[in-house]
């Protein structure tokens, strides 16, 4: 493992890749846990009107997202488009500063925050293509070693978020936000090559001709990782008031659910990486499946803290899963279109997380936090289920791309 890692940290630009990817989970980490605190208290708006503002901000990032993915495989600087991605997201957390009126900011936030959105898919393409470059083929490896780091910032940020609020308030925050994001953007046009130095024919081949809704081949693994994520953001949004409802547990028992949870993500995501040599990452996204819905199926069975707990162990692998080798599992279907593979990837998890979020906190209303568990278990099932029936090849053919 310690020469699989110094061979990946030998690549060309990987480092500061890593290095970025660290600050930019740190930057959204820190001020996302107290953005609904800051909405309701600060702005005077309801639960209800943030959870549309979200939504909002989200939909538009999934549309310019995909657009820029697709133009990007056309030819366009991913390092320009980084560079511009990495600055709107630092002039949308200004926003907060500048802006008290909420119509406005709503306004503000939806159009930066959406130019902000292609960054973190244009990085992973950024990483794949450095990985070509080296004639490297551990590309799962290469993308859990990233997607760790992102974790990493963001078990770090909430805690600096934590201090700064309280010494100086939520501008504190939101000007910390702004600091890291602009030091990524410096790192960035200082340091990363550009295309030209990092683009390689080792793929032989060019762009296809794909339209999302008409190739299955690439549509069934969408839907895939879609149903993966509504079930984790289900999971996510309701284990908290699970535990303190059904099990009778505290907000020390939340805490420590969770800290156990982000702890062996990180292992098991270069552990994945490791495996990903070895085996598909068809193979390891249906292993993750199976053992979500195993850890789903204990969380409806659960009568004590310990059993939820225990059952950690595997949510991790799960999540570890569906962060680090899904969006190795969808670059390999279209190699030769990392920005448009890693869009998809992204916007999968973004539809995830929206659906997951409305559905979960409505299905609880009606049948209890336990049973919501249920649906959360038949997704997975049926995902698993697609995983098998899926295509095992990736998509060779070369024509120009279509938007």
């Not at 005077?44 to 310019?64: P, Q, R, Y």
């Not at 209890?368 to 698993?384: D, E, K, Q």
């Amino acid at each position: 493992m310690i020469k699989r890692l110094i061979g990946l940290f030998s690549i060309p630009s990987y480092a500061l890749l890593f290095l970025c990817m660290l600050l930019q989970g740190m930057a959204i980490s820190l001020s996302a846990p107290f953005l609904s605190i800051y909405f309701t208290e600060q702005l005077g708006v309801s639960v209800g009107v943030f959870g549309i503002f979200l939504a909002v901000t989200l939909i538009a990032g999934i549309w310019i997202s995909l657009l820029i993915g697709k133009r990007s495989d056309l030819g366009l600087n991913r390092k320009s488009i980084y560079l511009v991605s990495t600055l709107c997201n630092a002039l949308a957390f200004s926003g907060y500063l500048l802006i008290k009126d909420f119509t406005i900011l709503f306004i503000y936030m939806t159009v930066f925050t959406a130019l902000g959105a292609p960054g973190m898919p244009q990085l992973f393409a950024i990483a794949r293509e450095a990985v070509n470059a080296s004639r490297s083929t551990d590309h799962a490896f290469a993308n859990s070693t990233l997607r760790s780091a992102f974790s990493l910032g963001f078990i770090t940020g909430p805690l600096i978020g934590t201090l700064l609020l309280a010494a100086v308030g939520f501008k504190g925050i939101f000007s910390g936000t702004i600091g890291i994001f602009l030091i990524v953007a410096l790192l960035v046009f200082f340091f990363l090559k550009s295309n030209a130095e990092l683009k390689t024919n080792a793929t032989g081949g060019t762009v296809q001709s794909i339209r999302l809704h008409q190739n299955q081949t690439i549509l069934l693994p969408f839907l895939i990782l879609t149903l993966l994520y509504v079930s984790h953001w289900m999971s996510n949004l309701n284990t908290a008031l699970f535990i303190t409802n059904n099990l009778g547990g505290t907000t020390r028992d939340v805490g420590l659910v969770s800290s156990i949870c982000a702890a062996l993500e990180i292992p098991f995501m270069i552990m994945l990486g490791l495996l990903g040599a070895k085996y598909s990452n068809r193979i390891l996204m249906m292993c993750g499946a199976i053992l979500g819905g195993a850890y789903y199926l204990v969380v409806v069975t659960s009568g004590a803290m310990w059993q939820l707990l225990a059952a950690q162990i595997l949510l991790a692998f799960f999540v570890a899963v569906i962060s680090a080798i899904g969006i190795s599992y969808m670059q390999d279907l279209l190699p030769s279109m990392p920005g448009y593979a890693s869009t998809l990837y992204s916007n999968a998890s973004t539809i995830g997380r929206l659906v997951g979020s409305l559905v979960g906190g409505g299905l609880a209303s009606i049948v209890g936090y336990r049973y919501s568990f249920l649906l959360c278990f038949v997704l997975v099932t049926v995902a698993a289920i697609m995983l098998a029936a899926s295509e095992r090849h990736s998509i060779k053919q070369s024509h120009k791309l279509t938007v």
